[in-house]
């Protein structure tokens, strides 16, 4: 390869990378969706290597394309952002991004990430919620992005892997004690019967399903305290209330300082991985993009 390449390639590159197609890269560019093909075609052509994989709706972005796209997009983002002050003028208002997705992640990790934007005006409008209502809102035209617990079906959404969550089933030491050392290992829920279980909802999904992936069995226990914010339970735990499941990152503090105790460590602990969700194929400003690509960048330390 020699010589620079050609920015237009790159920022039709982009856009496909993130809308998921030729055609919903060409109404964000205002371009055809044949002349978006021969830009593709020539900049793999260029590169030596295929930069997609043509599907029967949409494509796939290869390896090579995820590198390249996290190269390219930082400083692509910044010359639109000058591109696009220039063109509307300096005194025009930025359009506020709208994020939504659960409270925890949104106050522990996304926000202090994000931080540093405000300062390149960006302007953030932030939502909590559960990820189904929240991706109907994402559809609807509600929120910009949407950081989510599962991945989103069909193709009007695009989503990234971002992190991924480790639970672990804790609780304070007085608990610990009295259930004692290793009888979880090698007693599984048998020893922890009696202790009052503490969840963020009714049905107990988390712990529901820490009791299938590593005890092989239904959790039939009642919560003794049900809060809607993982933020909460923890607080209640950490205070004797009981034990609970929670995502490592949540928790790690009052692990390490010993405020809680991990009751059992599996083998092949639960993971779940989480996802930033857009809207496929619709024309965005360069402030949502700007918010998009920091939080996949800022994720890789999450």
């Known amino acids: 390869m020699r010589g620079p390449l050609d920015l237009t390639l790159l920022r039709t590159f982009l856009a496909v990378h993130r809308a998921g197609s030729f055609t919903g890269a060409a109404r964000v560019l205002g371009l055809s969706q044949p002349t978006v093909t021969t830009q593709i075609r020539a900049l793999e052509r260029r590169l030596g290597r295929a930069l997609f994989e043509r599907l029967p709706r949409g494509v796939a972005a290869t390896p090579i394309a995820d590198d390249l796209a996290i ?17 509307f003028g300096a005194g025009t208002p930025a359009e506020p991004v709208h994020l939504a ?5 949104l106050c522990l990790r996304a926000l202090p990430a994000l931080a540093p934007l405000i300062e390149r005006g960006v302007l953030l409008r932030i ?28 193709r009007t959404l695009a989503a990234v892997p971002l992190m991924d969550e480790e639970f672990v089933l804790v609780a304070a030491p007085r608990w610990a004690e009295r259930i004692g050392p290793d009888r979880v290992a090698a007693e599984g829920p048998a020893a922890l019967r009696g202790v009052p279980l503490v969840s963020y909802a009714e049905d107990l999904p988390i ?8 005890f092989g069995t239904r959790l039939t226990e009642r919560a003794a305290i049900t809060v809607p914010d993982l933020r909460g339970v923890l ?15 949540l928790c790690a503090a009052e692990l390490a300082s010993g405020a809680l105790v991990p009751l059992l460590i599996p083998d092949d602990p639960p993971i779940n991985t989480g996802y930033l969700v857009r809207r496929a194929g619709t024309a965005d400003h360069p402030h949502l993009t700007l918010v998009h690509d920091h939080l996949v960048r800022a994720a890789r330390t999450w």
């Open 71 to 87: 190269r390219v997009a930082e400083p692509l983002d910044a010359l639109a952002e000058v591109t696009d002050r220039d063109r």
């Open 101 to 105: 997705g659960p409270a925890e992640i």
């Open 127 to 154: 939502t909590p919620g559960l990820t189904d209502d929240l991706l109907d809102g994402l559809r609807a035209g509600r929120h910009d992005l949407v950081l989510a617990t599962t991945r989103p079906r069909g």
């Open 207 to 214: 712990a529901r399903r820490y009791w299938r992936h590593v």
């Open 235 to 249: 607080t209640a735990v950490v205070a004797g209330a009981g034990l609970t499941v929670l995502p490592r990152y």
